[in-house]
């Protein structure tokens, strides 16, 4: 079935460091790649997202590019903020079912 | 504030009872989703409503159900509670099928 494959965290990075949080999925036909970032006591936000191959999806600084040939979804982001510490979700929207499958999430903690 | 209402916010309660969790969705959108955030389990999809209607349905236990009224507000009901349903349980809503989603802040079960 459809799946997707985050790196596994805790991740602790020093502030303005560069990030990057692998994400790879499994699934039928072509689907919908998104993050969705959430902060402590809240629920998940949306990040960015991608709708086809080669597709960049990007927001806050935050980059992601739909790779068919590889079925990922790396997020990156050249300079870390505290701010930044969150839980990052990767997800794919399955197709025809009106669902977003979610990844196991990576917890990210910036140090200044 | 996302525009997604979920209440309440805490809840415990005793092993064996019923307890309901209501999302009011964010004005136009038509799509609830409800999701359940566990520790061992990540984030799993439980079930769709669409303008009032049961469109798909994940990993929800027999023990759950679940209603989207007429106002298109909906209500997760759960029974039998045992202690492995303490979690948070997010409500997302989105313009018709779309996986624009905006989840709610969450409400955290608690069974003892």
């Known amino acids: 079935g459809d799946s997707v494959t985050q790196m596994e965290g805790p991740v602790t990075l020093s502030e303005e460091a560069f990030l990057t949080i692998n994400c790879t999925y499994t699934?039928?036909?072509?689907?919908?790649l998104f993050w969705y970032v959430q902060y402590p006591g809240e629920g998940l936000q949306l990040l960015l997202k991608?709708?086809?191959?080669?597709d960049k999806g990007s927001n806050k600084g935050f980059e992601a590019t739909y790779r068919k040939e590889t079925t990922s979804f790396h997020l990156e982001k050249g300079s870390v903020q505290v701010s930044d510490s969150a839980v990052y979700f990767c997800?794919?929207?399955?197709?025809?079912?009106?669902?977003?499958?979610f990844g196991q999430g990576t917890r990210l903690t910036i140090n200044p | 504030d996302s525009g997604v209402t979920q209440t309440p916010k805490h809840l415990i309660t005793a092993t064996g009872q019923r307890v309901t969790l209501r999302c009011s969705p964010r004005?136009?959108?038509?799509?609830v989703y409800w999701y359940q955030q566990s520790l061992d389990q990540g984030l799993q999809f439980l079930i769709q409503?669409?303008?009032?209607?049961?469109?798909a349905k994940g990993n929800i236990l027999e023990r759950f159900s679940a209603q989207q009224f007429p106002d298109l507000h909906s209500e997760l009901n759960l029974s039998s509670l045992e202690l492995g349903d303490s979690a948070l349980y997010f409500c997302?809503?989105?313009?018709?099928?779309?996986?624009?989603?905006?989840f709610g802040s969450g409400t955290r079960l608690t069974v003892v």
């Open positions: 699934a039928t036909g072509y689907p919908s």
């Open positions: 997302a809503s989105s313009v018709d099928n779309d996986y624009g989603y905006t």
């Open positions: 991608a709708t086809k191959a080669d």
């Open positions: 409503y669409y303008n009032g209607e049961e469109r």
């Open positions: 997800a794919l929207g399955v197709q025809g079912a009106q669902k977003l499958v």
């Open positions: 004005s136009g959108d038509l799509s």
